[in-house]
């Protein structure tokens, strides 16, 4: 149960902050269906600092600039679809699906050549291992392992509610996505609004991916990907209503339900019902069919989310 508990929190920590980020560029009007691809390029972020960085810094000095690398390579990497959905009105869909096909290759290909040039030619895999500072990011209380970017993903959920709806920014971003025109009108800039959450979704994104490839592992191959996350990311977003408090209730869920996968055969009881391992892997995608299937009818998305903003029509 102890274990469950760890992967469920660790599982939900990812999904609450991949789909904070999502609600932010949703919320200004741009719908970040990159966030599969912000992930990818923030684990890689985040896994060269953990390679590279000796363990003798300290876990402070790894755990921040762990973050601040996973959050930068995501925000620049977000700036894509900043460009091509505002400055150029691109189709947000397709842009957001180039950039996850484009991360995946950029990070495997970038891994591979600088395993290649430290063995000599002799190392063309696309895995980096961070075995020697990923236990500087775990606190044992006994049996349960508390990850720091547990701690992270909360704070992050606090800030995200106090700025979205106690500060002037949060009311002008909502405003954005809700309605851009009236919100020109009064003097608010939706092109920068709109800038604003979509780098804040990248820098989320970004961290949410370091969070993801050290749940379980210490090494990781980047043609890999980050399975589908970014994607059950958007399901907890609209699950969670585009908002804060439901988005991290439903990342618990589906956190859950994703960490049945990792744990299952440690409960007697799913052992002896003799269902193959890959089900349980598949579970949190199935929930998410489900869950919206029934909910997305009496979900209200952001009224401008996706529509390209034009000063000039009224």
Known sequence: MILLTQYTLIFASVLLLVALGGCFAERSGVINIGLEGIMVIGALGGALVMKFMPASVGAPVLILSTIAASALFGLLFSLFLAVAAINFKADQTITGTAMNMLATAAATVVVKAM???????????????????????????????????????????????????KTRFGLRL?????????????????????????????????????????????VWKFENGVAGFGFLALAVMIFGAWHPVKIALAALLFGFFRALGNVYSGFDFMLALNIPSVVYNMLPYIISLIVLAFTSKKSRAPKAEGIPYDKGSR
């Not at 003097?187 to 994104?205: C, E, F, P, Q, T």
Request: glycine share 12%.
């Open 115 to 165: 395993n290649t040039a430290a063995s000599g030619g002799n190392d063309v895999s696309s895995d980096i291992a961070y075995t020697h500072t990923k236990d500087l990011l775990l606190v044992r209380i006994g049996s349960f392992e508390f990850n720091w970017f547990m701690l992270v993903a909360v704070i992050c959920l606090v800030v995200s509610f106090i700025a979205l709806y």
């Open 174 to 218: 909502r405003a954005c996505g809700e309605h851009p025109q009236a919100a020109d009108s009064v003097g608010i800039n939706v092109y920068k609004m709109r800038y604003a959450g979509v780098l804040i979704s990248g820098l989320l994104g970004g961290l949410g991916g370091i969070v993801y490839i050290t749940a379980g592992v210490s």
